[in-house]
């Protein structure tokens, strides 16, 4: 039987009481495997076997995180996390069936925050939405305990307190995820960082499969930070350039 959802703030006794998970798969033997055990992680789940029911059910039901296929009937999960981003900030988990740089980077670029390729496991999906779930618990209590100040590197700016990133004074959106994946290497700048320090500090993912995470979200900020700002170091990581003194 699923919980009572009292409260969407209210930190629960086990990591997915409370919350409120929409899948959105058109495959039946999947959706029901991801249902299954979301619901025995704690978790209330909802599914939508396409685009229009699922952004009718994510604006009805307003989930807490949405686990998202690309390839849906109707219309697509881009267009699915586009428009319900435009309704109210979600998390979004994408699924897709192929293992292409182009869909993962599209997909963060409308909103995804993390995306993983089939076939997968189901002990690594749950511990995908836990930790999306945590980071925007995190995010809230560092809303209402800002940091004071504004850190600036050259003409990049970051604003811990409102969560804003500025390049040349111009306001850059980034997810919540790349957010935290810029702060991390700022925290740092010029040293170098793994991708597995970068996974297991943004991601408390400590599982090496997860690397291509790391490299496709790098991208996508490159995007949109400037590709100059971020070093690659082959073989090992990344760094966060800034200006020389």
Known sequence: MEQTHT????????????RRVLVVE????????????LRAEGFQVQTAGDGPAAVDTAEAWQPDLMVLDIMLPGFDGLEVCRRVQAQRPVPVLMLTA??????????????ADDYMTKPFSMRELAARVHVLLR?????TIAAS????????????????AQRRVRVNSEDVHL???????LVCLANTPRAVLSREQLLAEVWDWADASGTRTVDSHIKALRRKIGAER????????????TPAP
């Open 98 to 111: 192929r293992d292409d740089e182009t869909d993962m980077l599209v997909g963060l670029g409308v909103g």
């Open 230 to 241: 971020i070093r690659t170091v082959h073989g090992v990581g990344y760094a966060l350039e």
């Open 145 to 160: 305990t800002p940091r004071s100040g504004i850190l600036r590197l050259g003409e990049l700016e970051i604003d811990h």
């Open 135 to 139: 980071r925007v618990e995190r995010a």
């Open 26 to 37: 058109d495959d039946a033997t999947i959706v029901d495997n991801i249902a299954a055990r």
């Open 175 to 181: 997810t919540p995820t790349e957010f935290d994946l």
């Open 7 to 18: 409260s969407h703030n209210g930190l629960a006794a086990t990591p997915g009481a409370q």
